[in-house]
């Protein structure tokens, strides 16, 4: 009713928490001043999973060992979240932590969940984890398989690109992105079909976005001029399908890249790319 309101209630003993807006109904920027005792008793005893995250955030942010809960969190989507969190905090390497996260890879059904701790022993590339990560690699999921692939791969980077290419086929999400990643650093002419089967693939996003500057970085590397203008092709492609108010802005900054290739590649790649970019 007011631009500002105080409410104030009677209770003969202090409440453990008062969580407002406890049904997570209404539209408003909230500020929650609870002790740290009442985000521990919020984790614990709050029925929503809303709740439980934002209790897991302020243990993140204070740097908190409660955070080590969310390990367990009934839902998956916290225990991810959880591992991130953990990953980029001082207690990544936490032997309790580590211990906990090696048991999620082998006990967790969910396989995000797995992709997550295997991602986070992969950052931490030790020797012992190799049958882990080559275990992982042959995992119906793309996610897991990715995330063992980055693990393989922080053990052998000398062997990145033999790996690259031999999960090349039919990899798809994440596997399919660090198959990307691998073959555009490392690949040379030959793998160029591989890397254009997979950008083709992808789906009008920001993803793709961040795709073209590889693919225009590869390129600018490449001899083969005819696969060279195969890629343009397909730049210009993902350009034409932009919904046109947005495709300005998604045009000048893939022009940007094209123009770096057609510097670098010579006369004809630069007449080739003005009779394509209209």
Not at 140 to 145: D, I, L, R, W
Not at 148 to 154: D, F, I, M, N, T
Not at 156 to 176: E, H, I, S, T, W
Request: contains cysteine.
């Amino acid at each position: 009713k007011h631009v500002k309101d105080t409410f104030e209630f009677n209770s003969d003993t202090k409440p453990d928490l008062v969580n407002f807006d406890g049904e997570k109904m209404l539209l408003c920027k909230k500020t929650d001043n609870h002790s740290t005792d009442e985000w521990v008793y919020m984790y614990n005893n709050a029925p929503l999973f809303l709740d439980r995250k934002e209790a897991l955030d302020y243990f993140a942010k204070n740097i908190m060992p409660e955070l080590k809960q969310g390990l367990k969190d009934p839902y998956y989507g916290l225990r991810v979240s959880t591992i991130q969190k953990l990953g980029s905090s001082s207690f990544k390497t936490d032997e309790d932590v580590i211990k906990t996260i090696e048991n999620l890879v082998k006990t967790d059904k969910d396989r995000n969940v797995k992709a997550a701790a295997i991602g986070f022993l992969a950052k931490i590339s030790e020797e012992k984890y190799r049958p882990v990560f080559e275990a992982a690699l042959q995992d119906s999921s793309y996610n897991v398989a990715g995330a063992a692939l980055k693990g393989l791969v922080s053990l052998d980077k000398d062997k990145a690109y033999d790996l690259a290419v031999k999960y090349a086929n039919d990899a798809k999400g994440n596997l399919g992105e660090e198959v990307f990643r691998i073959l555009g650093d490392k690949g040379n002419d030959k793998d160029f079909d591989i890397l254009l089967g997979y950008y083709n693939d992808m789906g009008l996003s920001q993803e793709k976005m961040s795709a073209s500057e590889s693919m225009t970085k590869f390129m600018m590397k490449m001899n083969d001029l005819d696969k060279i203008k195969k890629g343009i092709d397909a730049i210009v492609e993902f350009r034409n399908q932009v919904p046109g108010q947005f495709r300005e802005f998604v045009s000048n900054s893939l022009k940007r890249n094209i123009d770096k290739v057609a510097k670098a590649k010579g006369q004809e790649i630069a007449d080739y790319v003005e009779k394509v970019w209209k």
